[in-house]
């Protein structure tokens, strides 16, 4: 890596050789697979005979790097998750660099690894890139943007538009830990904890939901957490969407900081985790699906949907009710 | 508008009630086409039964307008140019935006207003997007990243792999307006002009250059120029290029402006302007097509490939010869 220098300069983004060199020696390295080739205007794609899905995220997340996970395996996970929960298979992604110049060199080769690994671990295949330098001051670091084509998977068709009252809704997991995660991780408030993101590919979910003929709808539960997938779903359904305390997992790290700062883990992003909309009759056997995979233990039922008024409300474990309105206030920038 | 308030908040990237209204008004009203659903996680493309080409691009350009465009015209352009050189029908877009806390929202209108504008004068269709909003101080007002899909163009098949010695460099017109422009219209060394950029679509050119079988390679002189096209086809060839200053064409105004301040035009960024190598037998005959094409007027032979050490040269007007070695300095940042 010496040949690259310690630092990004701007010089790493203006098309010439330091550009071609930090393409050549980093990240075609840790990103090589036979459907890349770096000196291409735009890559040509090997022939499906399937649809297609494409979907983009730019990510901003602060810290780069947090326990569980970094910006480029996040970046990696938050793509692959929005094909996956299309009912896509992920083939392809491409990865934009927005690098401060300054950033270490050494912290972009952990990155593009991280990208790598992550990647490999999905079976996509990254077949283009570009990489811009911004003045120092003009970047908050590192700034990535995704975009992955899926091929679609056949017979699966799913859309909000499915979605019956009692259908109801699992998750695969606690939900909120992403959001604790990076926000323990900035050090903000003095707090410190153990807890790690849930960063990860829900294929695994998305891929033993699909045999289900009951499932209407899958989303990942991001920005805006699942009080924001509940209020996408009734906004466009007209339904009634009801979230269950009871059963609704949130770990209790997540619980101890929210309280201690008052936010609400129904509103906190998670990046591992997967919302599922089911016919109440194979809801148990799509849960019992989802637990039998290794970290599936925790899958619950999330809640069910309801006839009735357009709202989003969680049934509490006092057997009250609490409106949960769409989220106004940004209470975590730059979270994914 | 006034629904959406005067300046962009932190709140509308959160994922909430503010993030939906403006992409539901300002977005999806500007980029309405059939193939957009703004509710999904990714869209679903229509069936094609031709190979895919896949490319993204990043930008940062400041000032975020400048004469002949501004940074949403110049990512749809970029875009579909990096697909159209490569043989590739652009059909979809994806569009991310990263937008600093406090940006004027009738400035992000009227950019994506012409984001609109150009796809629709491009007849590509954009089809997923993503908003972030960066907190004040951590971005330079607004960055793209856009990412084109295309669909191969039945019997075209170029590479650098087919150049061979003797084959002619043809360029459609003038190079480094762009780059030039954006310079001016920062105002910086006092210098001011009417120079405008020259981004544009290249699909009218590559286009007619398709129907040429001794067609071999097409690119854009983005960042770089045209000097970092001949070191890029140089490197993979092996072989000698010579651009010709006495054929090679370069504005007056721009000539004025880069002797005034060191700068060389073969190195300045061109947004609408594409290079050709081709067979010798075939050079005249497409020249002539491009001059037949409006706007088309200035294109020329730009130089031509050599057997012999591999190089990059510029024969110069007396005579001379002049070596146009890899970029090393980045001379513009932010400048496409």
């Known amino acids: 890596m010496k040949e690259l220098g310690t630092h990004i ?11 071609r060199e930090l ?10 697979n036979p459907d890349l080739d770096t000196g291409v205007d735009s890559a040509a794609l090997p022939p499906t005979d399937s649809g297609l899905f494409v979907t983009t995220d730019s990510f901003i997340v602060d810290p780069l790097e947090f326990p569980g996970g970094d910006i480029g395996s996040l970046a990696v996970h938050g793509t692959v998750n929005d094909l996956a929960v299309s009912g896509a298979t992920p083939q392809w992604l491409t990865i934009s660099f927005l690098i401060e110049e300054g950033f270490e060199i050494d912290r972009l080769e952990r990155i593009a690894a991280s990208i790598g690994r992550a990647a490999r671990e999905c079976d996509v295949h990254i077949v283009a890139g570009d990489t811009k330098v911004l003045p120092r001051g003009q970047g908050g670091g590192l700034y990535l943007t995704a975009s992955g084509i899926g091929t679609r998977t056949s017979g699966v068709d799913l859309s909000m538009e ?4 009692h259908d109801v809704i699992l998750v695969n997991g606690p939900v909120g830990d992403h959001g604790t995660a990076v ?4 050090g903000a408030f003095g707090l410190h904890g153990n807890l790690r993101s849930d960063s990860a590919s829900v294929l695994p979910y998305t891929n033993a939901a699909q045999k289900f003929a009951g499932l209407r709808f899958m989303r990942d539960p991001t920005r805006g957490g699942i009080a924001t997938v509940g209020n996408e779903i009734s906004l466009r359904t007209g339904l009634r969407i009801v979230l269950d305390e009871t059963t609704l997992p949130v770990s209790d790290e997540v619980r101890g900081v929210c309280d ?6 129904l509103y906190l992003a998670s990046e591992g985790r ?4 089911v ?4 809801a148990v056997s799509l849960l ?24 989003v409300v969680l049934r509490t474990t006092l057997g009250g009710e609490r409106l949960l309105d769409e989220l106004e206030d940004d209470p975590l920038p730059r979270i994914c």
Chains 1, 2 share one sequence.
């Open 274 to 277: 997967v919302v599922a909309v």
């Open 279 to 282: 016919d109440p009759g194979e």
């Open 260 to 265: 201690m700062l008052g936010y609400d883990p």
């Open 162 to 165: 499915k979605i019956r009252p």
């Open 288 to 311: 019992n699906a989802w637990r039998a995979l290794p970290g599936g233990e925790r899958a619950a039922v999330a809640g069910s949907i309801e006839a009735g008024r357009r709202c």
């Open 23 to 32: 393409i050549g020696e980093l990240f075609a390295r840790h990103f090589a």
């Open 9 to 19: 300069m701007l010089a790493h983004g203006n098309g010439g050789r330091f550009m």
């Open 183 to 186: 926000l323990l991780a900035r």
